[in-house]
């Protein structure tokens, strides 16, 4: 068995993306580690990014 969590980039933090998978990677960091954002939603995107500390190299605003 693998000992390292999935490593995720989220496209799109609107309520599937951070509700449910956000939540999932925060409860089970173990299972799923989110790396990358890509979201146009300044509020959505800078809470994402900090709840899962994503560094800022990682964070795309722009629309995509």
């Given at each position: 068995m693998n000992d390292k969590p999935i490593t995720a980039i989220l496209?799109?933090?609107g309520w599937r993306g951070r509700v449910t998978y956000g939540s999932y990677g925060l409860k089970y960091p173990d299972r799923l580690k989110f790396v990358a954002i890509a979201e146009p939603d300044s509020k959505k995107r800078e809470l994402f990014?900090?709840?899962?500390n994503i560094p800022d190299s990682n964070v795309i605003g722009r629309s995509f």
């Open positions: 496209i799109g933090a990014q900090k709840e899962h």
